[in-house]
């Protein structure tokens, strides 16, 4: 089997949320921060013929994107990227060191619904890694109508103070977030925010939430 370069990015994205990762066998693929409080899955293309952890993720698709389009030989305790006369052995760690969601978030009391473009979504990330802001509000005015974003520093009274419009709402709220927390792939988002405060992305073009 190969690896398509759309799951490749999947991957690299999951690697920001936890540098190891427990791949199940079959086509689904989840991971959960060491602090579990960030959950992620995607439903990819390939279909992994058995359960392995791979204890350094950012290395192993290194490894995949250097050898091009390598194809995947998996062994009892390691798996094998073949590529022309090119061959590399990645052994598997053990699965029970690496935090792993065992069951998915229900959502309960779903209250607040919005979307956010991948032009936004990318604008207001750019604006806060440049200016070193590490907090992210989402707000939303039932007076004017309008969803707004925030990015700054809490801490400090003359930080940088980045602000945008995103949608449109009917209802009052705010949502406080560390911006080292928001480990999204670039795209288009439908955004659910439960009474609990869980805050649910899902991706509107692959399946990624």
Known sequence: MN?????????????EINPSLVFNEGSEVKTMSPLK????KSKVTESFPKTFGIYDLTTFVGNIQDMGSPDFDFNDNYVCLKSNEDKLKYFYCDTSIIAYPEKDIVLKDINIE???????????????????????MIKGCSKSGKIIVSVFNKS??????FTTVIGATDKNFKLFLKTETIKLLSGDYDVKVS???????????????
Do not use: C, M, P
């Open 156 to 161: 400090s009274d003359t930080s940088t103070d």
């Open 195 to 209: 009474s609990e405060g869980v805050i649910y992305f899902k991706n509107q073009t692959i399946e990624l939430e």
């Open 37 to 40: 409080n960030i959950l992620a």
């Open 3 to 15: 690896i398509s370069k759309d799951t490749l990015n999947i991957l690299q994205n999951f690697s």
């Open 114 to 136: 919005f979307s956010v473009s991948k032009a936004e979504f990318d604008k207001v990330i750019r604006y806060a890694r440049s200016n070193g802001l590490s907090d992210f």
